[in-house]
């Protein structure tokens, strides 16, 4: 990424930002990473504004798709049992143990 010039990073971080509502959660943990250096820590140049906005954005849309995930694996880890058929139904892999 340091040979690539700064209007094309921000193109390639809006495009990954943009790509990330598509139910892709995980190009935004990329857009972050690859781009927080380059919005924050570098010598300011025109596109820095926008590209932080970008970095910004990415990083709190992993932060809740995180926290929603979770909170999802950890309801239906606890309750599959007790919503019967319906448990059984959204699982791929029915887990023996606990009827």
Known sequence: MQK?????KLKL???YFYFGFAFLPFLWLVNT???????FFKDEFE????????????????CLWTIGIVTWIS???????????????????IPLGRP
């Not at 990473?33 to 919005?39: L, N």
């Not at 596109?47 to 709190?60: A, D, N, T």
């Not at 309801?75 to 892999?93: C, T, V």
């Open 47 to 62: 596109e820095q504004k926008e590209l932080r906005k970008y970095v910004i954005r990415s990083g709190i849309g992993t």
């Open 33 to 39: 990473v690859w781009f927080v250096r380059d919005a």
């Open 13 to 15: 971080c809006r495009n």
């Open 75 to 93: 309801i239906y880890q606890l309750n599959r049992a007790d919503w019967g058929e319906l448990g059984d139904k959204l699982s791929f892999l």
């Open 4 to 8: 690539v010039p700064n209007d094309e």
